[in-house]
């Protein structure tokens, strides 16, 4: 804890998360790319759908595209809500996909984005079921209810908290632009500083940025010193990637989850053969990522 | 959509959703307690819970909760955490529990505490979770991405939508009484009055208040007409019924989903035979609900 209110820079921690640590050795390796897995049932290709549950797709799916992808990625994030839709067979597709990734590719961190934030005792049962029950490396949140009430989450020194604080839809300046006190700093930057500077005792905290807006990109980092973004936004165009990976590099010239999902999982025609669209699917995230990383050289 | 941007009270809304309309019902009845169904598996009554597992006991004792409460109730809201704590079990006790309030305590509307927020296709799926895998008739919200993205949710007219405003808990502060603009107003009274004003086309919002802030309660209500609030931090004690009543009434003196959940669920002993703890568990509600309408009289 920092007894400072608004140092311009935080303070290094003293510890580093087994999830930040994982991340750095990805980035170490050139890889930045975390793919989505938020597979709509219709979406996913023909192939892996005859014959079974919507679940049972889910699951195959995913398990081929961590296969076909694993080698260029520094975190893979699922979305919670994709899963929930599908109700039983989803969370089971869920458990299985989470386990499957760290069976296919151990040391890539799993990011379970699920965007929780209820008050402590009901966070105890969130974390609970994101890390022991899903089974996931780090979890994103919602800041609204502040840092005490998010200690289940921050207080667990061997996962990962990613908190909202810039995101890319349209209406997220709604509430995020909102200009905060006397030298009206927006309502996300002053929120990124707080998680950076008071929320991230045990190493483990990161907090979200919007690659549509590099300006607020590079604010946020100012803010947070070397804190992990996750970076939202990133699309299949990807023209926005030079200008989004100097805004965000860290003093390391890294520091970045930068997450795209149907660039990669939805590159190959529907009604491809497994091999074919996996091998598309491959080589999506393989350029994707070469493109990502030649903007951070 | 209402143009101006800062209007001293929001305007009528054209229709009133189903789920406002049972509350309405409710509170003409005299209605006020909104139990939480957040029931943790070794708290349950050691009746409930023998020679079952931890989903089928909490389902038996949430079917015993509202079997023994729901004269005396405005409404049910079951918390997600406690449920996904207990993975797919825990999933399946939801889904029947909501089913169960349906059947046995017809016109009783069920707001599922899940308190999600993602960007706009993500949120559909949230919203298909939420109201057609689980059948709540209303669900909680962050107001992080604004209100675009909460689309899914706010366009389902015949569902209820409740935004976290303002919370108890004692961090809420930290990000909720930050000063917007010029004149200050917390974040968490400016976000009640938009969700009031541009969020409510439907007629289907609402947003929290904390009890333990009365003068907090009191600026919401000033600022959101007659939205019902859903009320939290009201405990056994209740030493603040009165004021918290006084400071939430709407124009018709109710408007208030008045949130307990372990004043009433824990009410007994944790040996007690079952038709003694339901009967306590009962009493615990019909004494409560007594008080806030008394205070609203």
Chains 1, 2 share one sequence.
Not at 12 to 23: D, G, H, N
Request: glycine fraction near 10%; charged fraction near 15%; include cysteine.
């Amino acid at each position: 804890m920092i007894d400072s209110p608004h140092p311009d820079t935080p303070a290094a921690t003293m510890t580093t998360a087994p999830f930040v640590a994982a991340l750095r050795a990805r980035w170490a390796m050139g890889r930045h790319l975390c793919v989505g897995l938020d597979p709509l049932s219709e979406r996913i290709p023909a192939t892996f759908r005859h014959g079974v549950s919507p679940g049972e797709a889910v699951l195959a799916f995913n398990r081929a595209i961590v296969e076909a992808t694993h080698e260029h990625v520094c975190a893979y994030k699922p979305n919670a809500a994709w899963y929930e839709a599908l109700g039983d067979e989803g969370h089971r597709a869920l458990v299985a996909t989470v386990a499957g990734i760290h069976e296919m590719a151990p040391g890539i961190p799993v990011l379970l984005d699920a965007k929780r934030a209820d008050i402590g005792e009901t966070n105890e049962r969130y974390a609970t079921a994101a890390f022991d029950v899903i089974g996931a490396d780090a979890v994103t949140v919602h800041p609204w209810f502040g840092r005490e009430a998010l200690a289940p989450f921050l207080d667990r020194a061997d996962k990962g908290v990613i908190v909202m604080a810039a995101n890319s839809n349209p209406s997220a300046g709604e509430v995020q632009d909102l200009p905060i006190g006397a030298d009206g700093e927006p309502l996300a930057v002053h929120l990124a500083r707080q998680v950076a500077t008071t929320w991230n005792a045990h190493g483990n905290c990161g907090v979200t940025v919007g690659a549509t807006n590099p300006a607020r990109m590079a604010a946020i980092r100012a803010a947070v010193g070397d804190l992990p973004l996750l970076v939202l936004g990133i699309g299949a165009q990807g023209g926005d990637i030079a200008g989004a990976m100097a805004a965000g590099r860290d003093s390391h010239g890294a520091g970045m989850i930068v997450s795209t999902s149907r660039a990669v999982i939805y590159a190959a025609r529907p009604d491809a053969p497994a091999s074919e669209a996996m091998a598309t699917i491959g080589d999506a995230a393989a350029g994707l990522n070469t493109r990502l990383a030649a903007a951070l050289a």
